[in-house]
């Protein structure tokens, strides 16, 4: 009876990554451990609600999903309108919208909200894609984004903006488009660069150079870069980071966590770490060729190059080949609300796995 | 319209995941060559660069501001010193070495010992001080020997200093070693930054109170270290800024003729201008001395000062509530003309007391003071007069008009930490008590509050804002210590300009009648023998407040054991036409008011206003008599 009920309850859980998630949960508990052990509790508990989050969604089929895109999206778009003309302002921006009982960041809601609404756009799309397909698409991403980036929020306002990108890609936009794209960004970004507010300029500035202003601007990528260069091979032990333990680093235990990292354990940690990204991602690539529908696919596939854009630009900006912007590491990182995102997004993968297409094409 | 194919589409994802897994693939190796570089090979480089962190970014403490009084004598300043100091983690064997430093110069038991309790509460690569204030001779005896103790240094370090010693300990409070839970303050005022370099805090007085005015902004310097770990030059530094100074409306002089009157008696003194609120005196008896505190106190002071029966680390001033004995008896009066309840020329006819409900509450004269009228119930103290106006007036008409002149109630002076005494009231009782026959009130019980006894318990700075506020007509201003902020970098002074609380309305021709009185008890009553030969005209009024009932018991007081001695009050302004100074006195276990509290009084008030020094303690008045209540 107990062992039946176990595996109804452990049925729609994907084995593999269920178990690299858990390894970078434990991971993620272990440098939380040394670089800020009061918050250790509230992480268990973070971590708790996110697995039965996960859970839940793994139960949810993709037809079910599909159904749910629109409505989702819609609310996440009206919130952002809501927020934008009554939204609290904390640190400079309005990212935070009073609902008398809760306060809540709409933009988290789009961070699976988009590549869903997009998945199901696609879905719904049985001809041959047109022009005009593509630009209406277009035009669903950049509300939102929009929105999002007039917070300011250049970071979220990015994933979200890739996280939609993804979908259009594996859509099937066709290539000279791509490439197309791509030039005319580089040819605009001196534009862009204008629309930037000044402390996002600030902030790629300091990346290209940070010793300009070694005490003030500088001060986060100098000493996180510190951190992981004097880790050196096998890093100098847990416990034993000076740069964390002497309060050097920054945000130790957000978005930098990944320098107590590589303080720490050293390269060798660090390659174990981009091991266990990397199978995450080729798991989700495997799990997105399966789908069993449009949808189905073109979700798995954005849902996973979203862990990508998270581990990636994260890493980057703390070793200092990118700008700082508040992306945290995936599934490492303190703080409740990304980490039940991205748990619900591997609930979503589990789920198109147990739906996937069974007889190979 | 073309459909699409099914089986080509799904060919098409299946090769973009694969461009997608490619580009993740490079994005990634981007990373592992970025790991490579920094951790292979640049390693030296940021071994280099990690380990000079430690010593690199050397946050330089600002010196904190000082306090000086309303003259610019200084109370709390900072002198520079010789501290010997070890990192626990550059340190072998730590007994060892600490033996082999007591070869150099003395390390007592209590060093060692204080050395203990700080090395857990810092992290070992913190540098902590085993010897404070070395002198300049131990400075170069151990420079001589440096080699030999690697992880050893002598540090340059600012100290705290209280010149004057045991005086006015409680209004200047002191600081002591950052603790965890100072820490969270500064915390939550968002000063952690600023608080990199600072090992002290204002633990109580005025350096709690104005912490962050006095911190100042810690500088940084980025100092290069040789091999053998001594600093060599600095490369660049942000110098720090100074806290700003306070200037209080405290006169030094005045405080400390008050605390002299004394002598060893215990008790508080507060002295207000009334048409500031400034205070210019804040005694509480007996002082400690603040500069114990400043490196940590050693466990054995502590004890001292916390066991002795003499309680010195009490701020009476602040925190001793008593009941108001006598000098509650003029706002009594004040109280009754403003609600009606008594004119100045009605009379009673004083038999010896009052009976009330069977019980008869006696006058301290056998066979009462005969017939008297409002002025002589002020200047001879007569209890049955307010006994028979307490009845008369009820308890809420008392507590609302007490309230209404701050009795009962934080004045809300910046010193942390003030009582707020027992304004007794209907409410007050329902919420002190928890039986039901407990909660109510018994009119028996307002007849005692008329004079000051019963439940009514007020500090001394209450008593003194109150008699201020009458000075002042009733117009009161927030009691405050500290005149004005200069700010150390522009020179600009932060008034503390007088804030009104509030402007009481009463009726002039009332205030004065009570103001007479109060005036005759200097020229013909009770405090007549403490002002004798007084060349200014003052108004006051004495007062006992009882510690131990005596009941039905008819014994003088003074041959008492001494801690069931009464404490002795007294109030006072002058000079009485416009006063320039107001005050409350207690001393406990001193008997009467007129005995103890009034000759004080008079001190303080003869150097104010007349300049003129007394050469010994105030001395007790034997003869004085007084109302007992």
């Not at chain 1, 590549?115 to 049985?126: C, N, Q, S, T, V």
């Not at chain 2, 005896?141 to 209280?162: C, H, N």
């Not at chain 2, 310097?221 to 091999?227: R, S």
């Not at chain 2, 005209?537 to 004495?542: E, I, L, V, Y």
Request: proline share 5%; aromatic share 10%.
């Amino acid at each position: 009876m107990i062992r039946q009920l176990w595996a109804r309850f452990i049925d729609p859980i994907d084995a593999s990554l269920m178990t690299i998630t858990g390894l970078l949960a434990l991971l993620a508990l272990g440098m939380m451990a040394s670089a800020s052990p009061e918050r250790m509790n509230t992480q268990l508990l973070n971590i708790s609600v996110a697995l039965a989050a996960m859970w839940v969604l793994a139960n949810i089929p993709p037809q079910r999903l599909m159904q749910l895109a629109l409505p989702i999206y819609l609310l996440g778009v009206f919130l952002l309108i809501a927020t934008a003309l009554f939204g609290d302002i904390a640190k400079g921006a309005r990212r935070w919208l009073d609902l008398g009982f809760i306060r809540v960041q709409p933009s988290e809601l789009l961070k699976l909200g988009m590549p869903m609404l997009l998945a199901w756009y696609f879905d719904k799309r049985e001809t041959l894609l047109r022009p005009v397909d593509w630009f209406l698409a277009v035009i669903l991403l950049v509300v939102p984004v929009g929105l999002i980036m007039r917070q300011p929020d250049l970071g979220t306002s990015l994933l979200v903006l890739s996280s939609g990108c993804y979908v259009i890609f594996f859509a099937g936009l066709p290539w000279k488009v791509i490439f197309g794209l791509l030039a005319a960004s580089i040819a605009a970004l001196p534009l862009a660069w204008g629309l930037l507010h000044d402390y996002q300029r600030d902030r790629v500035l300091t990346m290209l150079d940070p010793e300009k202003d070694p005490l003030g601007k500088g001060f986060h990528i100098i000493q996180s870069t510190i951190a992981i260069g004097s880790g050196g091979l096998f890093g100098k032990g847990w416990g034993n980071g000076t740069q964390t333990q002497l309060d050097f680093l920054p945000e130790r235990h957000t978005d930098f966590i990944f320098a107590v990292f590589g303080e720490e354990f050293g390269l060798f940690g660090n390659i174990v770490l981009l091991v266990l990204y990397t199978m995450l991602i080729a798991r989700g690539l495997m799990i997105a060729a399966n789908g069993a529908t449009v949808f189905a696919r073109l979700l798995a596939g954005a849902i996973t190059l979203i862990f990508f854009t998270y581990a990636f630009v994260n890493m980057g900006m703390v070793s200092g080949i990118l700008p700082v912007v508040g992306v945290p590491l995936p599934l490492v990182s303190y703080g409740g609300t990304a980490l039940v995102t991205l748990f619900c997004a591997i609930g979503m993968l589990m789920s198109i796995q147990n739906n996937r297409l069974l007889v190979q094409k | 319209m073309e459909f699409r194919n099914p089986q080509e589409s799904l060919e098409q994802f299946r090769q973009r995941l694969t461009v997608a897994g490619g580009i993740v693939l490079v994005a990634f190796a981007v990373l592992l060559a970025r790991f490579v570089w920094l951790q292979i090979v640049q390693y030296d480089y940021f071994t280099t660069r990690a380990e000079e962190n430690r010593i690199t970014l050397v946050p330089v403490t600002p010196n904190r501001g000082l306090i000086v009084d309303r003259n610019g004598k200084v109370l709390a300043r900072n002198y520079a010193g010789f501290t010997l100091e070890i990192t626990p983690s550059r340190v072998p064997n730590l007994e060892l070495t600490i033996d082999e430093l007591a070869e150099v110069l003395e390390i007592q038991p209590k060093d060692r010992k204080r050395f203990k309790k700080l090395r857990e509460e810092n992290k070992n690569f913190e540098s902590i001080p085993i010897r404070t204030r070395l002198s300049d001779e131990e400075v170069a005896r151990f420079i001589a020997r440096r080699y030999r103790f690697p992880g050893v240094e002598v540090k340059a370090r600012l100290f705290r200093q209280y010149p004057e010693g045991e005086f006015a300990s409680h209004l200047l409070g002191y600081i002591g070693r950052l603790s965890e839970r100072d820490e969270v303050k500064v915390e939550e005022a968002g000063f952690t930054a600023n608080y990199r370099g600072t090992e002290h805090f204002g633990k109580a007085g005025l350096e709690q109170r104005y912490e962050f005015e006095l911190h100042g902004t810690s500088g940084f310097e980025q100092v290069e270290v040789n091999a053998g770990g001594h600093a060599v030059r600095t490369l660049a530094s942000t110098a720090p800024t100074p806290g700003n100074n306070l200037t209080l409306t405290v006169d030094a002089e005045l405080q400390k003729i008050a605390e002299q009157a004394f002598g060893a008696r215990r008790g508080a003194l507060v002295a207000i201008d009334p048409s500031t609120g400034g205070i210019l005196a804040l005694v509480s008896m007996p002082t400690y001395d603040p500069n114990l505190f400043v490196d940590g106190i050693d466990t054995q002071s502590w004890m001292d000062l916390n066991e002795s029966d003499q309680k010195p680390m009490i701020n009476r001033a602040l925190n001793s509530a008593n009941p108001p004995g006598s000098t509650f008896k003029p706002f009594m009066a004040l109280a009754a003309l403003t609600y009606g309840k008594r004119t100045p020329n009605q009379a009673i006819a004083d038999g010896g007391g009052f009976n009330f409900g069977g019980h008869f509450f006696r006058d301290d004269k056998k066979g009462g003071h005969g017939s008297v009228d409002m002025y002589k119930s002020i200047v001879v103290s007569c209890n049955t007069y307010y006994y028979t106006l307490a009845n008369d007036m009820g308890i809420d008409n008392i507590s609302r008009f007490m309230g209404d002149i701050g009795l009962g109630k934080r004045t809300g002076v910046d010193i942390d930490g003030e009582s707020e005494g027992v304004l007794p009231s209907q409410e007050w009782k329902k919420k002190r008590f928890k039986r039901p026959e407990q909660q109510k009130w018994y009119a028996g019980e307002t007849i005692s509050i008329g004079i000051g006894q019963g439940y009514n318990a007020y500090t001394p700075i209450q008593l003194a804002l109150a008699t201020a506020t009458l000075a002042n007509n009733g117009v009161m201003f927030k009691p405050h210590l500290v005149n004005y902020i200069t700010d150390a970098r522009s020179g600009e002074r932060k008034m503390i300009e007088p804030q009104p609380i509030k402007a009481i309305s009463w009726k002039q021709e009332h205030v004065d009648v009570i103001k007479n009185a109060m005036v005759g008890v200097i020229k013909e009553g009770t405090g007549a023998r403490a002002f004798a030969g007084a060349t200014y005209s003052a108004g006051g009024k004495t007062g006992t407040a009882q510690v131990f009932s005596l009941k039905g018991a008819d014994v003088k007081t003074a041959h008492l054991d001494e801690k069931f001695r009464d404490h002795a009050l007294f109030i006072a302004f002058a000079p009485a036409e416009k006063p320039k100074i107001a005050l409350a006195v207690l001393v406990e276990n001193a008997g009467f008011g007129a005995q103890s509290a009034a000759p004080i009084a008079r001190q303080v008030i003869d150097y104010h206003l007349l300049g003129k020094r007394p050469n010994a303690p105030a001395p007790t008045d034997e003869e004085a008599e007084d109302s007992l209540p």
